[in-house]
């Protein structure tokens, strides 16, 4: 490894835990810098005390993995090659697995952004990627007794009476609850998501540090207008606590996709489901983990699968599940799947799903780059007087439309997919000056997470379609035939409908 990469993992590892000893001290300051006062012993109130305690608690891993790096690049001046690779991946997994415990241990927010973390870009390394892969279903779970408080404060029963059977053992443990499978009183296998005690305080508690991360994100992006963001981030993520609403919008996929036959909505049980429990029919199937590994030819139905739910159901029903990680997905040979969670979803006005239009139609049909350029001035991505040509315009948001740009077969790597992720956050490339100048407006926050998730699963599994012809499948503007089988059985689904 070269002198240079050796520095600049030294730099990565000091940096670490100096921002989170940055971010404990700005809390901190935030909040009277002093942790006296009412609501716990020595006594910030209970939220500031949540925040300095959960900031804390990230700034100790940082400082760890800091120190941890000083230590191993210590070992390794003295060490050949070969043995000063064997350290750094000593390292790398050590430190990923402190990591994940912690982040697990936290729930709420953060622990997403290690769920996240374990797909959003290949370029991480392999053993942090394999321990943070932990957290998309198999987190830490809660202890058995609080379970139990939790379904009895819902239920007015505890699992044992309130269903006529119960397995403690969760089948899922994840951010804000995790999943036990049981059977009703009259015979029906459900699984059960129970929300963790305290985890309203603990989301609450990372919303406030949100700030920082806008702080740093305006300094980067000074086009950026935070505000919105984050109140769109903040309501989308407070919904996820109230289990009422997911059942609402369960309910919507469920009733427009039922039948179908490749996407599967598990129903909702409304008799066993309150704002902090959840029950809803038990579904089966392999994770994702397991489908990297099934033939060619069932990766391909699979990938096909996640792309006509994310799309269709954003131009059908005007909706998007906005949390496609790995752990949300049951899959089954012949292309079917289960589609779960239903926590983080956005309903789009008829308005907004138009403005999708009027940029695919710019961008992809008609190739008119001064439409594209009026259509992101009108919605606030760009200001019209940003001095760059239109080459330079096409060639930066053209990306994120290029494998529907031709009629033709392509695959979408994860070499694809992680420039998709650094395109967003690389300032040194030659779209600096778009990316500075650029805003997001609040219906298109969300549904980002096609770019920066769903993608990265794509470029695992290998997808490779004629996603132009899908897509003139899916968009209404266009209602292009069935290009596959898969499209043939659908289009027969659809027609029986009506």
Not at 177 to 197: C, F, L, S
Not at 286 to 313: K, P
Not at 336 to 349: A, E, H, I, P
């Amino acid at each position: 490894m070269s002198g240079a990469r050796w520095a600049r993992r030294a730099a990565a590892g000091a940096a670490l835990g100096a921002a989170a000893g940055v971010g404990v001290w700005l809390t901190l300051r935030r909040t009277g810098s002093s942790a006296s006062g009412p609501g716990v012993p020595g006594g910030l109130p209970v939220q500031a005390a949540d925040r300095v305690q959960r900031t804390a608690r990230l700034a100790t891993a940082g400082a760890r993995a800091g120190t941890g790096y000083v230590a191993m690049r210590a070992r390794a001046v003295v060490a050949d090659e070969d043995r000063r690779e064997e350290l750094e991946a000593e390292y790398q997994l050590r430190t990923a697995e402190q990591v994940a415990t912690m982040l697990g241990g936290m729930k709420g927010a953060v622990m997403k952004l290690g769920q996240m973390a374990s797909y959003l870009d290949q370029g991480l390394p392999e053993p942090v990627r394999q321990v943070l892969a932990d957290l998309q279903s198999d987190a830490p779970p809660m202890a058995p007794e609080l379970v139990e408080q939790v379904v009895a404060d819902e239920l007015g029963e505890r699992p044992g009476r309130a269903f006529a059977a119960w397995d403690p053992t969760p089948l899922a443990a994840a951010s804000i609850g995790q999943v036990h499978r049981a059977r009703t009183h009259d015979g029906r296998e459900v699984a059960v998501k129970v929300q963790y005690p305290g985890v309203d305080r603990a989301i609450a508690a990372d919303l406030e540090n949100t700030d920082l991360l806008f702080q740093v994100m305006s300094f980067l992006f000074p086009g950026l207008d935070p505000g919105p963001i984050v109140a769109e981030l903040h309501e989308r993520i407070v919904e996820e606590l109230d289990y009422r609403i997911e059942a609402s919008h369960q309910r919507t996929f469920a009733e427009y996709y039922r039948g179908h036959p490749f996407i599967h909505v598990p129903e909702v049980l409304d008799g066993c489901s309150t704002s902090r429990v959840l029950t809803t029919e038990l579904a089966t199937g392999a994770r994702f983990s397991e489908v990297v590994g099934w033939s060619e030819d069932e990766r391909q139905l699979a990938a096909e699968c996640l792309y006509r739910f994310a799309f269709g159901s954003i131009y059908g029903l005007r909706a998007f599940n906005g949390d496609p990680h790995p752990g949300n997905y049951l899959f089954r040979p012949g292309g079917q799947v289960t589609f779960l969670d239903y926590g983080l979803c956005k309903r789009f006005t008829g308005d907004e799903v138009s403005v999708f239009e009027r940029m695919i139609r710019a961008m992809v049909l008609d190739r008119d780059i001064a439409a594209y350029r009026r259509t992101l001035d009108r919605i606030g991505i760009l200001p019209s007087t940003l001095e760059v040509d239109d080459a330079q315009i096409a060639e930066y948001f053209g990306h994120f439309y290029e494998f529907v740009m031709e009629d033709a077969v392509l695959e979408i790597t994860p070499e694809w997919s992680s420039r998709s992720v650094r395109a967003f956050f690389d300032l040194s490339g030659p779209h600096a000056a778009i990316m500075k100048a650029a805003n997001l407006p609040p219906s298109m926050v969300i549904i980002q997470r096609i770019n920066l998730g769903l993608f990265a699963l794509f470029g695992d599994l290998g997808a490779r379609n004629n996603w132009r012809r899908i897509a003139e499948e899916l968009w209404p503007f266009v209602d292009g035939p069935p290009s596959t089988p898969m499209g043939e059985a659908i289009a027969e689904w659809e027609r029986s409908r009506r």
